[in-house]
């Protein structure tokens, strides 16, 4: 079966986020005041074709940790979509 899943890779939050920090610094530019921070990540989809929902999420979860994120840096989160 063919399992649709949702991974989400952040900067950690104590991790300076240089991204972020010059796209806050544009919105200001812009008179965007009010953000107060802004983080950049990754919204990767997979689909996966697995015997099971938590088959295809223990796939999801290799991939994430071997290749995904670098989890010196990063976290991630899993979610299955239908």
Do not use: C, W
């Not at 990754?42 to 099971?52: F, N, R, Y």
């Amino acid at each position: 079966m063919i399992y649709n899943v949702q991974i989400k890779v952040m900067p950690l939050k104590d991790l300076l986020d240089p991204q972020g920090k010059a796209v806050m610094g544009g919105l200001h530019n812009l008179g965007m005041n009010g953000v107060q921070d802004v983080r950049i990540g990754k919204h990767i989809t997979l689909q996966v074709d697995a015997e099971s929902e938590a088959a295809a999420r223990d796939i999801a979860e290799e991939a994430s940790r071997k290749l995904l994120a670098n989890q010196v840096m990063e976290f991630y989160e899993i979610e299955m979509i239908s």
